[in-house]
């Protein structure tokens, strides 16, 4: 067989990723084409036939073992109940004491992963949010930490998380939480406090490694939310699923309340392609960072169709 065509095979097989060299935002700079289709090399393939990668060493999500269902439950925590996105996790920082009480170790229970398609929004998330490893207040005043959680009863709830101290590097101390949450909470906020301005105001900071974990279940409980109870989402193709969340996780798809919201759900009904992308747009006038989210989710939104 001829080198290139070798090529060519490997590629449909999905074991050579293609250069994304007209890369959109959110979009990684290679991609793979799914292995069990069939494609025409004179029509360029749907979205939904990519997985885009960062690198062309990364392997193909598709091509990734699993383990069987059996094993899988077998090795499952017992389920002990799960947030809402914008809630606090049960045990997602539970205390486990050794026999050195300064040695705290966390165990984390019951975060969950998303779908393999809406993993594809974490990068543009973690550019339009941010990643924060200390706590900080949102221009609403909402104790926020990581990429845009949000932490209810910060008073009570900042316990849960496995802080550590930025002058130790150890594990913060119930004490120490309690006091910087209470100081946080007395800080000013608003549009003119960036996350920045809370850097040197506590000592509080989070692993990292936590925050991906924090993000990937943000977006499984988002995704649960709208598979469950948005008008027609199962109806939508990936493209639009993910424009929706990046509403939904700003500012909740579904309270209803918002006349734009309103006819968010409107236009899903009627399968109004056209209105659903208008009404995902948020007034940027006196959101100016809101802007840039703005021409993401509606490209990707244009990119997208009903599924009747």
């Known amino acids: 067989m001829k080198e290139h065509e070798q090529y060519l095979l490997d590629v449909t097989q999905g074991k050579r990723p293609f250069a994304n060299l007209d890369s959109k935002p959110g979009e990684g700079k290679y991609f793979y084409l799914a292995p069990d289709q069939k494609y025409d090399w004179f029509t360029p393939a749907r979205p939904d036939q990519k997985t885009f990668v960062p690198s062309k060493d990364s392997p193909n999500p598709y091509l990734q073992p699993r383990q069987p269902a059996a094993q899988q439950f077998q090795q499952q925590p017992p389920f002990q109940g799960y947030a ?50 200390h706590p900080y207040r949102d221009i609403y005043g909402k104790v926020t930490v990581c990429e845009g959680h949000m932490v209810p009863n910060p008073n009570k709830n900042m316990i849960e998380f496995p802080w550590l101290d930025k002058t130790t590097n150890m594990l913060a101390s119930n004490e120490k939480i309690n006091t910087d949450s209470s100081k946080l909470t007395n800080l000013p906020y608003g549009p003119d406090y960036t996350a920045d301005f809370y850097k040197d105001k506590t000592d509080l900071k989070l692993p990292p490694e936590y925050c991906k974990k924090l993000l990937d279940h943000d977006l499984a409980v988002r995704e649960e939310e709208l598979r469950r109870g948005f008008p027609n989402y199962n109806r939508m193709n990936p493209d639009m699923q993910r424009a929706l969340m990046d509403v939904h996780y ?23 392609k056209e209105n659903f992308c208008n009404a995902l747009m ?25 599924i009747k």
């Open 282 to 306: 948020r007034n940027d006038s006196k959101r100016p960072d809101l802007k840039p989210r703005n021409e993401w989710v509606y490209e990707q939104c244009q990119k997208g169709y009903f």
């Open 84 to 133: 809402s996105a914008s809630d606090t996790i049960p045990n997602a920082a539970a205390r486990m004491h050794s026999s050195a009480l300064d040695n705290k170790q966390y165990a984390e229970h019951n975060l969950k992963k998303p779908s393999t398609e809406m993993a594809k929004i974490k990068p543009f998330l973690r550019g339009a949010e941010g990643l924060e490893e």
């Open 250 to 272: 700003q500012s909740n798809a579904f309270n209803k309340k918002r006349p734009q919201i309103r006819k968010l759900h409107n236009a899903a009904r009627q399968f109004d």
